[in-house]
């Protein structure tokens, strides 16, 4: 709807990760290169923990684009299984045709699986997403999966990202062995003020792509013909880095609803009225 309003090619606030409108601050780049140097030097265990909507998600798509076509990699979305289950997830992720579907079965499937990848001089890399909720047989399995290696390295990388809460988990004694295997561990934080600004401007960079803008008596940007015209003031800007805690998700349901109150009151500049006007609809988001 508002999209024609201020002549932008795309929406700059959706949701969905698009690497298009991929943004790196500081502390996404170190957690990248964390990540990174985990797999790359065969660490074997590597944590990835963060706030909901913090950027994880986005995190592990840059990763897999760093890590190119020379890596095999399995990327289990949906954690909450049997690990029999997770057996058989882990090797259809791989392509791997599977003989049998026990778990025994699976893991020599595995094995033969991750020595020929290691033999051809690839490396194989296992991430799963939203670790804090996998039962804690799971969990245990993916210990067990660690276990699978050459004289000189270890022939699966393992990536576990969760929330805050897969943290607490693995301080349980329980999972001690777990945890002492994990070699590289990485927190996200949230975004500070600056970073906000910083990504705010360039999603809409993006979503502009380079169009001119005009300007009215006032000095203030309107929509032209020839392209996009919409901005977003420092109070704003605060605004939204107050109420969203610099989370990026929130500050892209907060930028999006900002903009459909833009075009409902028929302005270009985004104030802190706004925001705050789009606060009120995301009230139980924002909680």
């Known amino acids: 709807m508002y999209k024609e ?19 790196m601050t500081a502390q996404h780049q170190e957690a990248l290169n964390h990540l990174l140097y985990g797999i790359r030097q065969r660490k074997g265990f590597i944590c990835l923990t963060g706030e909901v909507g913090a950027g994880k998600t986005t995190l592990c798509r840059a990763l897999l684009a760093q890590l190119g076509a020379g890596v095999h990699t399995a990327l289990i979305l949906n ?5 029999t289950q997770l057996l058989r997830a882990v090797l259809a992720e791989f392509g791997v045709q599977m003989k049998r579907q026990d778990r025994l079965g699976c893991l020599n499937e595995l094995n033969k699986f991750l020595l020929a990848t290691s033999a051809a001089g690839r490396e194989a890399v296992l ?47 329980s999972l001690r062995q777990l945890a002492q295997r994990i070699a590289v561990r990485y927190h996200l934080g949230t975004m500070s003020r600056d970073d906000t600004a ?16 005009a300007t009215n008596r006032g000095g ?22 107050y109420r969203a805690r610099g989370t990026p998700r929130l500050v892209n349901s907060l ?12 302005t270009g500049r985004i ?4 925001v705050r006007l789009a606060a009120a609809d995301l009230k139980e988001a924002l909680a």
């Open 198 to 213: 910083h990504y705010i401007r360039h999603r809409l960079a993006v979503a502009c792509e380079g169009a001119p803008t």
């Open 79 to 83: 954690p909450m299984l049997t690990g």
């Open 5 to 23: 309003y201020f002549h932008l090619r795309q929406e700059p606030f959706n949701i969905t990760p698009d690497p298009r409108f991929l943004y």
């Open 255 to 266: 930028g999006d609803k900002a903009l459909l109150a833009g075009y409902v009151y028929q």
């Open 271 to 274: 104030d802190r009225r706004l």
């Open 127 to 173: 991430i799963i997403d939203e670790a804090q909720d996998m039962p804690l047989e799971t969990l245990e399995l993916t210990r067990l999966l660690s276990n699978l290696e050459t004289d000189s390295h270890k022939l699966l990388q393992i990536l576990l990202v969760g929330q805050p809460e897969l943290r607490d988990r693995l301080a349980k004694p």
């Open 220 to 241: 203030d940007p309107v929509p032209t013909p020839e392209g996009s015209a919409v901005q977003f003031d420092e109070d704003a800007i605060s605004e939204i880095h």
